[in-house]
């Protein structure tokens, strides 16, 4: 006969399908609306914060920071890492982004601290994906679908880190390019979001889950 799920289990894993899910779905739920708010594709995602999906951008990214504090795992590593990237969302929902066009010197200085945020909010996430994740219960032989996990979380992690060194790139050297039509910064947001969105859910076994008996 087939055990009932632990309810603290399930819960545990909704939440980090909830942390993908919100991370997966940011870059076009601030995009798609543009019919109604008015407003074209910005020149990064943080742009949104100027425009009519200003709540959803705050609201979501504070919603990724509740799941990130509630997600915490079973060592000090873990806690420090789910506290640290709570605080990193927030910073990065409060301290807005400098306006593209006629920045005063307070929003350029107060963009400073949201790629700051940003950054170190992006690191610490590559650092679940090619650490925290990876980790395998003392005395626990991985599964077949554990190691396949563990592949996913290294490309997440790589793809976060790539997409962090592109736009830093980007910045430091002043390119003008586009990708598929889209800024740099929003593409390269874009991939490290859904790569963030993509370990999450396979964290919370939406996606390569053991089976069971």
Request: aromatic letters at 14%.
């Amino acid at each position: 006969m087939a055990q009932a799920p632990d309810p603290k289990v399930f819960t545990y894993l909704t939440l980090r399908k909830s942390v993908g899910i919100v991370a997966f779905g940011l870059p076009f739920a601030v995009a798609i609306p543009i019919l109604l708010a008015h407003h074209g594709i910005e020149s990064s995602i943080s742009g949104y914060y100027y425009t009519g999906t200003r709540n959803l951008f705050v609201g979501s990214l504070c919603a990724v920071a509740m799941f990130l504090f509630s997600c915490r795992g079973f060592d000090l590593r873990d806690e420090v890492a789910g506290i640290f990237s709570a605080i990193c969302a927030v910073g990065v929902a409060f301290f807005p982004t400098a306006p593209d066009v006629c920045a005063t010197l307070k929003q350029k200085h107060i963009g400073y601290v949201h790629y700051t945020f940003a950054a170190l909010l992006f690191l610490t996430l590559a650092y679940f994906c090619l650490v925290l994740f990876k980790m395998t219960a003392q005395g626990r032989t991985p599964t077949p679908k554990k190691l396949q996990r563990n592949r996913m979380y290294t490309a997440s992690g790589v793809a976060i880190i790539l997409s962090l060194l592109a736009i830093a790139v980007t910045k430091i050297w002043g390119l003008k390019y586009s990708i598929f039509g889209l800024g740099p910064v929003f593409f390269f947001e874009t991939t490290s979001l859904l790569a963030f969105g993509i370990a999450w859910l396979t964290k919370g076994e939406t996606i390569l889950k053991d089976e069971t008996l």
